[in-house]
């Protein structure tokens, strides 16, 4: 079991950044690859980023390529993603995301919900034109 909390979000014009992080607690972290999710109003939850279990391997979806950046501290157990360049688009509830299985990091790229084991209570980005 690992329980997952969000924290970073808030408003911001376009253009601008922010940083989000998620404190992972319970199971030994460096058995979980991660990832970061977001949901628009009426929109499905979407894949934005991943990283596996010993940092070593990232992957984003193409929308925020370039932009984004995941990371994450094994000592700390945390996980952040560095936004920048935020667009309007951007807006969305943002998830955590946890998956402790073998191949965990192949199924948080394959950006299937309903797949992955563990999920942070979602934190808010809203970016103004």
């Known amino acids: 079991q690992v329980q997952l909390v969000e924290s970073g979000g808030g408003l911001v014009q376009a253009g601008g950044s922010l940083r989000l992080s998620c404190a992972a607690s319970g199971r030994a972290f460096s058995s979980y690859a991660m990832g970061w999710f977001r949901q628009a109003p009426g929109k499905e939850r979407e894949f934005v980023a991943a990283?596996?279990?010993?940092?070593?391997?990232?992957y984003y979806a193409d929308s925020v390529k370039g932009r984004f950046t995941i990371s994450r501290d094994n000592a700390k157990n945390t996980v952040s993603l560095q936004m920048n360049s935020l667009k309007p688009e951007d807006t969305a509830v943002y998830y955590c995301?946890?998956?402790?299985?073998?191949?965990?990091?192949?199924?948080?790229?394959?950006?299937?919900?309903?797949?992955?084991?563990?999920w942070g209570q979602g934190t808010q980005v809203t970016v103004s034109s």
């Open positions: 990283i596996s279990r010993s940092g070593g391997s990232t």
């Open positions: 995301a946890a998956d402790g299985s073998l191949y965990g990091f192949t199924t948080m790229v394959r950006g299937r919900p309903g797949e992955i084991d563990y």
